[in-house]
């Protein structure tokens, strides 16, 4: 597996102690773990001159709570997923730039152009988009796969045996796609289906963990194991004899992005960081580092053919993805009672 790049919050703190932040020749980074090449940040520093420091998190929610809890400032981009990116906007925590102040900005694919949660593309350019379902060991449970019960209602050969993400909005997306309702719903006895789904599957799973997702596959801590598509990749790939779900009832699809945030310290590094990202040849090192897909024009070309032919990255024709929806406040107050009381 390559090398990652992972620095905690202490680390970046004592990295930003030592230089002023609106120094010239700086780049701040809060980004996913494990989701960006030390080769790919080392190649931008070289290229232009600037010292990259980045910081990481496991879940949009954390994200989003760390930036509203007095980090907005001290970062210059980060990378939420599609419906983060639209409440982000919305509680007025985006920067936004004109196409001229992106060279490449003709090199995002025009379907990644005019997106619902960026619409002509202001303030974010595409990262890498993938699928969230599970992987299950076929050394520990050879049926069917292709459904949802795998969480939420397992054979008994896997209860005690399921990773589920730490991530609030795809966990609820999942539990609504299981029971056929709406993401969403303002139904009070669909709100009370989905508490009741998740309460009741909560004793067959072993952990809610996003950071260790990959890992507890590769150890058989978890025969099951709800995950990233390329995470799924990856832990085929250190030995997990997993295969990845496509399930009937659908599964999560979703386009991580790198925004310009508000208050930026370094903005013009930060543009052209965005700029370097939407170069074909970079988006596709970081595709190959990440093995999930770029959103990028001509990065084909420059793929490994063995990350291009993923099953992860080739979900079947019909398949049911969907994207996460934004709520609205009201609901998401309800979601947000519902997780807590799953984390307790």
């Known amino acids: 597996m390559k090398h990652m790049l992972k620095l905690g ?46 910081d990481t998190y496991d879940s949009n929610e954390s994200m989003l709570a760390a930036l509203k809890a007095g980090k907005l400032g001290s970062y210059d981009v980060s990378v939420p997923g599609d419906y983060m990116v639209k409440i982000m906007a919305s509680e007025g925590l985006l920067d936004t730039f004109s196409k001229d102040e992106l060279s490449n900005f003709g090199n995002i694919e025009p379907k990644w152009v005019d997106v619902s949660f960026d619409p002509g593309r202001k303030s974010s350019i595409p990262y890498q988009w993938g699928s969230t379902s599970f992987a299950v060991n076929r050394d520990a449970f050879s049926g069917d796969i292709a459904t949802t019960d795998m969480i939420f209602n397992p054979p008994a050969e ?12 795809e966990v609820l997306a999942f539990a609504a796609l299981h029971l056929g309702i709406p993401q969403c719903s303002t139904d009070r006895e669909q709100l009370k289906a989905v508490n009741d789904l998740l309460q009741n599957a909560k004793p067959h799973w072993a952990s809610i963990s996003s950071d260790i997702a990959k ?14 598509s390329g995470f799924s990749a990856k832990a085929r790939e250190e030995g997990a004899n997993v295969e990845y779900a496509f399930p009937k009832q659908g599964y999560v699809v979703w386009m991580d992005n790198v925004v310009l945030l508000k208050d930026a310290p370094n903005r ?54 969907v994207f996460v929806q934004a709520c609205s406040e009201e609901v998401q107050k309800v979601y947000d009672t519902i997780w807590t009381n799953l984390k307790k």
Do not use: C
């Open 9 to 54: 919050a202490s680390a970046l703190a004592l990295m930003l102690a030592t230089s002023t932040a609106h120094a010239e020749g700086k780049l701040s980074i809060y980004n996913w773990f494990e989701y960006m090449p030390k080769e790919l940040l080392d190649k931008f520093s070289a290229e232009h001159g600037i010292e990259v420091t980045m």
């Open 158 to 169: 896997l209860k005690g045996k399921i990773n589920v993400l730490d991530s609030q909005g």
């Open 215 to 228: 890992d507890v596959l590769v150890s058989r801590e978890a025969d099951v194991g709800m995950i990233w």
């Open 268 to 321: 013009e590094n930060a543009l052209k960081f965005m700029n370097f990202l939407l170069e074909p040849e970079n988006a596709a090192t970081l595709t190959n580092f990440a093995q999930y897909t770029a959103g990028v024009s001509g990065s084909g070309a420059f793929l490994n053919p063995t990350v291009a032919a993923l099953p992860e990255s080739n979900p079947p024709a019909d398949g049911n993805g």
